[in-house]
């Protein structure tokens, strides 16, 4: 017997530790094994048939016993066959299991229709009417059977892309009960996301309530979660994307209110919950985080519901609080940073991480910026994430931290690069504001009606920076002003035309020479050289050796271009006009534009007095460091009758507008109003510019 402990048929060893000479497995020769051979092998003398192996004393060879116990059906190689024979054996044996399977006939013919109709350009319109009866003549009533299939999922949706309202309600009331199941599948969420789109209201209310119960499961499912947050992010009305972030907070939300028949308005505002059910504090609390805290940990970061969640639970911990400063160590402790990447994308998430970098410290900002590294040029110019942007601005005492991380990498580290970027900035809705805050400021040019939001949000965080901030906040815009000020004026020196040649781009450029510290004069020296030239010369007569390399036709004189005029204007006045005090605060030291801009234009200034820009000479006469009064004053003189044929006859823009009337029919509108609509005022004729001139002239 062995000895206690001693596993059954392990091999002994010796008392030195050596194996016994005995058990060593005797060693063979291992050659590959030969391909089967027909057994009828023999030649013409007959000599190898002869011989046998029990001939030679050996025992006699016996075939292997099949693994299919008798069913030749398996078989791929046969006797007498070869390669190909096996494989076309094969094709038709998989053809007989598929007609074996339910809807095989169906399947294989819609199939056929699919392969027709998604040849959007090849089949006439007739013919692919005729292809539709015929697919919906086969699937009505099955519709379940085929989206449940992977291979005729595809039908489903080809059916919807051509179905009418009608039947796209007849669809959508077949699928029924199968769209939790349905949104777990790798190719049947699509189908989801088809019948939605091209549904309405009707087939939505259809769809999304079915999600209700099952927001746990599903935004854990690596397929369906998907589905889920896109329509939870775009379909879902305003009631329903409340009950599904409610589920959020514990599973009774969706069981309690389905059991009372509750139809009031439900609120996902967890305040408002907690304020009515202050004893369910820790468990919604609890079961939140726990919730969130899991998608974190799956690197599933990327879901709108995720966010909007996030930020309910953030504003509902005490500021400094252990939960506060844990949420925050979670936040920042994911790898790659990809949570704050996400977050900053979408409106809930972006509003967290400025209160994050709000209520943070200094060591907290700086980590959290860091993840933001190659990524504040996308940032920039998103709807949400140019926020962070700018409450980064006003938050951060260290200025050098942010002219190195988020100026830098905004404007860009080559002189080409950044003319470019700049120009880019200059004209995007949201990246604009990132350039231009810094120098004006929350300005009512900047933050227009539609931008009230994002007042709100940096409102709010001023009153935050009060405990949270030393540094006065004016030091704080001065010292960014300057960051960005070499880097500004260096554009705008090197490529003034392709900045001034839009709204926004002019309205920069005013901003940055009026803001900006530093030598400005290479860069108003510039601006000015963009006014030369005939104003009344069109673009088409231009020389041709005006136009660039790359063939574009010349671009229309500044001077026509209304924000051209607004722009050297205000560069005149040297300063903003404060509507308090009314009257221009100029800027120290003084910019003395006037004198810059008129070596360019007085060859041609009475085309300026006349045309869209009069305002500019106007400006010019007003202005106090102008030193070429006299000159201007007798040029105007002489030009007289010019200036009052300009102020008695209709100007091109004039016209152009009496037209547009008259094609509309705005006037007869008004017409209709009656006395409701007041007196109607006469349009102006003439250019006023040039009326205003001539009074000065009289002077």
């Known amino acids: 017997m062995a000895p206690k ?3 059954l048929g392990s091999k002994r060893k010796l008392a030195n530790g050596s194996k016994e000479h005995s058990s060593k497995k005797p060693k063979f020769n291992k050659q590959p094994l030969r391909k089967d051979e027909p057994e009828d092998v023999s030649d013409d003398d007959g000599e190898i048939s002869d011989f046998s192996d029990q001939d030679n004393g050996g025992a006699p060879l016996t075939k292997p016993k099949s693994q299919n116990n008798g069913d030749q059906s398996g078989k791929v190689f046969e006797k007498g066959q070869n390669s190909r024979e096996s494989h076309q054996k094969q094709r038709q044996l998989a053809l007989e299991r598929k007609s074996q399977k339910p809807l095989a006939d169906d399947l294989h013919r819609t199939k056929k229709l699919w392969e027709r109709l998604r040849l959007k ?52 009331r077949e699928l029924r009960g199968a769209y939790p199941v349905l949104a777990e599948s790798k190719y049947a969420k699509f189908l989801i996301g088809k019948l939605l789109v091209k549904g309405d209201e009707e087939v939505r209310d259809m769809i999304v309530p079915e999600f209700f119960g099952k927001v746990r499961k599903l935004i854990n499912h690596p397929e369906a979660s998907w589905i889920l947050d896109d329509v939870y992010r775009g379909i879902a009305t305003k009631e329903q994307k409340a009950i599904l972030l409610r589920e959020w907070y514990g599973p009774e939300f969706h069981i309690f209110r389905q059991a009372s028949g509750d139809e009031t308005a439900p609120s996902a505002e967890l305040s408002q919950i907690l304020a009515e059910q202050p004893s369910k504090r820790g468990p919604i609390m609890k079961y939140l985080l726990d919730l969130t805290n899991q998608l974190i940990q799956k690197k599933m970061t990327g879901f709108t519901i995720l966010h909007d969640a996030m930020y309910q639970y953030y504003l509902n911990v005490k500021p400094g609080s252990e939960e506060a400063k844990e949420y925050m160590e979670m936040i920042k402790e994911d790898e790659n940073g990809d949570l704050l990447k996400n977050m900053a994308f979408t409106k809930s998430g972006a509003r967290l991480v400025c209160l994050l970098l709000a209520y943070g410290t200094a060591k907290d900002r700086k980590q959290i910026l860091k993840v933001y590294k190659d990524t504040f040029q996308l940032m920039s110019s998103d709807p949400y994430g140019h926020s962070i942007i700018l409450a980064a601005y006003d938050l951060l005492d260290d200025t050098v931290l942010a002219s190195k991380s988020i100026v830098s990498e905004l404007l860009g580290k080559t002189e080409q690069t950044e003319v470019s970027n700049i120009v880019v900035c200059a004209n995007d809705p949201n990246a604009r504001l990132t350039i231009r805050y810094p120098l004006e400021g929350p300005s009512k040019a900047l933050f227009d009606a539609g931008r009230a939001d994002d007042l709100k ?29 070499p880097s500004l004026l260096a554009a705008i020196a090197s490529s003034p035309l392709d900045l001034i040649s839009t709204s926004h781009g002019s309205q920069l450029v005013t901003e940055a020479l009026l803001s900006c510290v530093g030598d400005k004069s290479e860069a108003l020296q510039a601006v000015a050289a963009t006014a030369k030239g005939d104003p009344n010369e069109d673009s088409e007569a231009a020389d041709p050796a005006d136009e660039s390399a790359d063939g574009l036709v010349a671009r229309e004189h500044i001077s026509k271009a209304p924000h051209g005029g607004r722009m050297f204007k205000t560069l005149i006045a040297g300063g903003h006009f404060d509507k308090a005090t009314r009257r221009i605060i100029p800027v120290d030291p003084p910019l003395h534009f006037a004198d810059i801009l008129y070596p360019f234009i007085k060859d041609h200034v009475i085309a300026w007095a006349t045309g869209p820009s009069s305002f500019v000479v106007v400006s010019l006469l007003e202005a106090d460091d102008f030193s070429h009064k006299n000159e201007l004053r007798k040029s105007l003189k002489g030009n007289k009758k010019l200036l009052e044929k300009a102020a008695r006859e209709e100007t091109p823009e004039q016209k152009a507008a009496k037209e547009a009337v008259e094609v509309n029919g705005d006037d007869k509108k008004l017409k209709k109003k009656g006395k409701k609509a007041g007196q109607k005022k006469e349009a102006l004729v003439g250019n006023t510019g040039s009326k205003l001139l001539l009074e000065k002239l009289k002077g």
């Open 121 to 172: 350009s090849k089949v006439p319109k007739d013919e692919r009417q005729k292809l539709v009866e015929e697919l919906f003549s086969i699937t009505t009533g099955r519709m379940k059977e085929f989206a449940l299939k992977h291979d005729a999922v595809r039908v489903v949706q080809t059916a919807i892309k051509y179905a009418t309202p009608e039947r796209r309600k007849m669809i959508a």
């Open 457 to 485: 949000l940096l409102e709010e965080i001023w009153e935050i920076r009060k405990t949270t901030s030393k540094k006065d906040p004016e030091t704080r815009r001065k010292e960014l002003v300057a960051a960005l000020s």
């Open 5 to 7: 402990g001693e596993a």
